[in-house]
């Protein structure tokens, strides 16, 4: 069965920094894609990046400049490094494998961006 596990969020300044990481298992990890999600309040989900089996990212053109993925094929785990938070970034945070007839989601990690 496939598990999808965030963690990191917290409470953190304007202008500050998180790394995020997802712990996978149930599949071959080093395999796959995976996206990186985020959610805030009163609004639709929206997506951040990608990352294939080599590590290469893609992003949401206003996202890429402040955030990172990058993953550890041996730990099977995905990060996403946060930069110059501000308030607009307070939202839970999923990690995602793409599949079908769903995708698996992990419960999400919640970053909160206030002083």
């Known amino acids: 069965q496939v598990h999808l596990v965030e963690s990191g969020g917290g409470l953190v300044q304007p202008g500050g920094s998180l790394r995020l990481s997802c712990v996978v298992s149930?599949?071959?990890?080093?395999?796959?894609?995976f996206r990186w999600f985020r959610q805030a309040p009163g609004k639709q989900r929206e997506w951040i990046a990608r990352?294939?089996?080599?590590?290469?990212?893609s992003y949401d053109e206003f996202l890429g400049g402040r955030f990172s993925a990058s993953r550890d094929n041996a730990k099977s785990t995905l990060y996403l490094h946060l930069n110059n938070l501000d308030a607009d970034d307070t939202a839970i945070y999923y990690c995602?494998?793409?599949?079908?007839?769903?995708?698996?989601w992990g419960r999400g990690t919640q970053v909160t961006v206030s002083s």
């Open positions: 990352i294939t089996p080599d590590g290469i990212s």
């Open positions: 995602n494998l793409p599949s079908h007839p769903d995708d698996y």
């Open positions: 149930g599949i071959e990890f080093n395999r796959h894609d």
